[in-house]
């Protein structure tokens, strides 16, 4: 008898009824900000934007917008399971009327296996993942080792994931896990200029909590295999 076993979800699963200014907002914008397929096409390809970058857990969109409004020149795709959160984002981007932002409302790991072209992504923006803090739900952290594997075969040989967290054992966890990995090397980093100071950051901040910033970029060691 075959086994299938369900993919760790790294993401909190909500119920509840989504609001009428939600559902409107999702049925007028989503499409109208649905994935170019040239946005997804390889590296190379005619037609593709100069710099693509994926954001995972984009929350109510606020560090997608801003970085999207500041950098007119590449194209930020941005990822949420939270139906709230991306229609307040699309509702945010069409007010700016940017031309250069995508989003869907889907599971990063689906769409970076079964979309995302390899080597198709610029750069990766992972801000305040959800911590998991306690220790039985570690395996559902995003920066796992699976997850590491996906994103050093979806970026350039060039490309970064940028990481921000307020949590302390989440900074030291992805630390340890990017060294144990391997294939990145994790450095702290300037806080960017463009992430305005909203969501979860404006919240671990009141509460007090440090931010930790960091940049996972390719190590460069001599890879044996
Ligand atoms: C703690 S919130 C942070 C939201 C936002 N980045 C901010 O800084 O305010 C983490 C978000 O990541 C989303 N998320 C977690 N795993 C995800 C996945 N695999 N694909 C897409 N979104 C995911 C959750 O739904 C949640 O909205």
Redesign the pocket.
């Known amino acids: 008898m075959r086994v299938t076993q369900a993919r760790v979800r ?3 699963a909500r119920r509840g009824r989504r609001s009428q200014l939600t559902e409107s907002r999702l049925a007028t914008l989503l499409p109208r900000y649905a994935v170019p397929a040239a946005v997804l096409a390889p590296p190379g390809t005619l037609g593709r934007p100069t710099r693509v970058v994926l954001e ?5 969109g606020a ?1 997608a917008v801003g970085y999207a409004a500041a950098h007119p020149d590449s194209y930020l795709i941005a ?4 139906p709230p ?1 991306v229609a307040r984002m699309l509702a945010a981007a069409a007010d700016e009327g940017l031309t250069n932002l995508s989003a869907e409302l ?4 689906e769409f970076l296996t079964d979309r995302v072209p390899e080597g198709g992504l610029d750069a990766v923006h992972l ?4 911590p998991w803090p306690k220790a039985r739900h570690h395996r559902r952290r ?1 920066l796992s080792p699976e997850n590491l594997d996906l994103l050093v075969s979806r970026l350039t040989p060039t490309g970064h994931v940028l990481v921000a967290t307020d949590h302390a054992d989440y900074a030291a966890y992805v630390r340890r896990v990017v060294a144990d990995h391997g294939r990145f090397a994790a450095c702290q980093v300037p806080r960017p200029a463009w992430r305005p100071l ?4 404006a919240k671990g901040l009141a509460a007090g909590r440090a931010i930790t910033e960091l940049v996972l970029e390719r190590a460069t060691r001599i890879e044996l295999a």
Do not use: Q, R
Request: net charge negative; aromatic share 18%.
């Open positions: 790294t993401f909190h995972i857990g984009c929350g109510h560090a990822l949420d399971v939270h959160g889907a599971d990063a790991v801000f305040f993942p959800d995003f909203a969501g979860f950051e």
